[in-house]
T-cell receptor, first 113, second 113 residues
């Protein structure tokens, strides 16, 4: 089954404790992206990757890192989480053709205390 | 970034009625997509309309695009309780800004049985 898998789905952590949210897709998509969703602010793009070893900033990259060492994986790293990073995070992937249809994971709800 | 705005923010209708939601954007686009999100879940692609198209249909969905007004609308006909969800427009992906994408703030649709 074609899917985008995120882990963990739920996480409560404390300020400053490094964490990684993993994202994996099995559709051989070149493009992957991370978004955060906050009430009243819609979805905002954090980072994206057009292909392996190619990453770029979205609209809200501060406090986040990403890497794309292999095509299927695109982890989101919070080196020193802060309470303002409490949010619902989504990973998505797509073939970079003219359609650009995004396939989303089920989301990771992160709470930073 | 190519910011998108949607209206109304919330819409409540009776089953069987039609639901219309609108999306406006600021800069030129190659295509515009509509997504659906059930509460707290990942977004699901509904329909894409290209900049050279004015109207597109898919089942009970009808999407229009007016590039001169930089606006799009999504019409759901004969709505059902199962259509209750949030609906987002998305633009910009694989446009001039390559991997950047922008989502509208969403319309929350409630369909009462």
């Amino acid at each position: 089954e074609a899917q985008v898998t995120q882990n963990p789905r739920y996480l409560i952590t404390v300020t400053g404790k490094k964490l990684t949210v993993t994202c994996s897709q099995n559709m051989n998509h070149e493009y992957m992206s991370w978004y955060r969703q906050d009430p009243g602010l819609g979805l905002r793009q954090i980072y994206y990757s057009m292909n392996v070893e190619v990453t770029d900033k979205g609209d809200v990259p501060e406090g986040y890192k990403v890497s794309r060492k292999e095509k299927r994986n695109f982890p989101l790293i919070l080196e020193s989480p802060s309470p303002n990073q409490t949010s619902l995070y989504f990973c998505a992937s797509s073939l970079p053709d003219r359609t650009g249809e995004l396939f989303f994971g089920e989301g990771s709800r992160l709470t930073v205390l | 970034s190519q910011q998108g705005e949607e209206d109304p923010q919330a819409l409540s209708i009776q089953e069987g009625e039609n639901a219309t939601m609108n999306c406006s954007y600021k800069t030129s686009i190659n295509n515009l997509q509509w997504y659906r999100q059930n509460s707290g879940r990942g977004l699901v692609h509904l329909i894409l309309i290209r900049s050279n198209e004015r109207e597109k249909h898919s089942g009970r969905l009808r999407v229009t695009l007016d590039t001169s007004k930089k606006s799009s609308s999504l019409l759901i006909t004969a709505s059902r309780a199962a259509d209750t969800a949030s609906y987002f427009c998305a633009m910009g992906l694989f446009n001039t800004n390559a991997g950047k994408s922008t989502f509208g703030d969403g319309t929350t649709l409630t369909v009462k049985p």
